[in-house]
């Protein structure tokens, strides 16, 4: 019976997952959004969750159980100074989970998973997104062919930049 | 012991194959560009998620 066993295994030793899960937590809360697995993002969700309640009560003992688990104490700190105004109203959901398609390689199921983010945080990201999207135009015109075909033979390849920069190499 | 009396012709094997066949994956169509997408992922052709910008794209 697997009563009262949640949680997955994910193939590891449970000293194994914690320590993935640490590094994976880390991540999350240092870049905002990580790309990775499905089933470990959706693990994950129970990692960062945890964090930022911790975050929320934002006593010295909460910090110190938030930094017995994130690697970095940048993160923790930013996280604290963080967390209590753009998570304060809301109880739960702090992550969001979007489904990418299948790796290429072993065809595993890839999903990105980032921190539902307030308004300022959003518009910080889109700058950033003008600017990188401006460095591709150049690229763009040779991939519009390509593309047609993608569409058509390669559903589950819904990774933009890394199917794109292989088409520049094969072309 | 029972045995077959006669070995199964070409014919019959592949008859009885006829129902091991793949199904095509379901697609869903893209509300912002009409690609068709994998239902519930983002679209691989404009980058979007339930009408949100998730990762910016040639077209995006």
Request: glycine share 4%; proline share 3%.
């Amino acid at each position: 019976m697997r009563h009262r066993k949640a949680g997955v295994k994910l193939n590891r030793t449970s000293s194994h997952a914690k320590a993935m899960f640490r590094n994976m937590v880390t991540s999350l809360f240092k870049h905002e959004r990580i790309q990775t697995t499905d089933a470990k993002a959706k693990e994950l969700r129970i990692w960062a969750d945890h964090m930022i309640t911790l975050a929320k009560r934002g006593d010295l003992h909460a910090r110190r159980q938030a930094l017995s688990i994130i690697r970095e104490k940048d993160v923790v700190h930013k996280l604290f100074e963080e967390a209590p105004e753009r998570f304060g109203s809301v109880s739960g959901g702090y992550t969001r989970i979007i489904k990418l398609g299948r790796r290429q390689g072993d065809a595993a199921p890839v999903s990105l998973i980032e921190l539902t983010a307030s308004e300022k945080i959003r518009k910080k990201k889109e700058k950033k997104k003008e600017n990188k999207t401006d460095k591709k135009q150049a690229a763009e015109e040779t991939e519009e062919k390509a593309e047609k075909k993608e569409a058509v033979e390669d559903q589950t390849d819904t990774e933009t930049e890394t199917p794109s920069s292989a088409e520049d190499q094969q072309s | 012991m029972a045995v077959p009396k006669r070995r199964t012709s070409k014919s019959r094997r592949d008859k009885r194959r006829t129902h091991h066949k793949i199904a095509g994956i379901n697609l869903s169509i893209c509300p912002q560009c009409n690609e068709p997408k994998l239902p519930h992922h983002i679209c691989g052709n404009c980058g979007t998620y339930k009408g949100r910008v998730v990762l910016e794209s040639e077209e995006a």
